[in-house]
Nanobody, 127 residues
Framework: QLQLVESGGGLVQPGGSLRLSCAVA????????IGWFRQAPGKEREGVSC????????NYADSVQGRFTISRDNAKGTVYLQMNSLKPEDTAIYYC????????????????????WGQGTQVTVSS
C-alpha cells in the first residue's frame, strides 16, 4: 500500500518562504512521477509542479515559475517543494500525488492522471 504524507505547511508573511515535503512509503522511490497540486477555497484543484521518476525533468505552472522549486531525494523517498517569494494568492491546501510509472519526462497533467494522493497541508500567506 503506497502512502504519501505531506508536511511543512504553515502561516507565512508575503515574500516569505516555506518548504513542503512529501514522504512516500510502500513503493520503490524511482518508480513514480510526483506532482504537487493546490486547492484554494472555492477554486478548482490546480497543478503546481511535477518531477519525473529520476528527478531529471521538472515542470511548473506559470503562476509559480521562478518562485517554486521541486526536487526529490529517492534515497529518502521524499519530494520537496521549495516555495519562495510567497504571495497571498498562493494560499491553499497543497497536495502531493503519485503516478506509478518510470517516466523520463514530466509534464503538468490533470489530477485524474495520478493514482495516489496525500492528505494535504495548509499554506497560508498573510500579513
Amino acid at each position: 500500500q503506497l502512502q504519501l504524507v505531506e508536511s511543512g505547511g504553515g502561516l507565512v508573511q508575503p515574500g516569505g518562504s516555506l518548504r513542503l515535503s512529501c514522504a512516500v512509503a510502500g513503493f520503490t522511490s524511482d518508480s513514480f512521477v510526483i506532482g504537487w497540486f493546490r486547492q484554494a477555497p472555492g477554486k478548482e484543484r490546480e497543478g503546481v509542479s511535477c518531477i519525473s521518476s529520476a528527478g531529471s525533468s521538472t515542470n511548473y505552472a506559470d503562476s509559480v515559475q521562478g518562485r517554486f522549486t521541486i526536487s526529490r531525494d529517492n534515497a529518502k523517498g521524499t519530494v520537496y517543494l521549495q516555495m519562495n517569494s510567497l504571495k497571498p494568492e498562493d494560499t491553499a491546501i497543497y497536495y502531493c500525488a503519485v503516478h506509478v510509472a518510470r517516466q523520463p519526462m514530466c509534464v503538468l497533467r490533470s489530477s485524474e492522471w495520478y493514482n495516489y494522493w496525500g492528505q494535504g497541508t495548509q499554506v497560508t500567506v498573510s500579513s
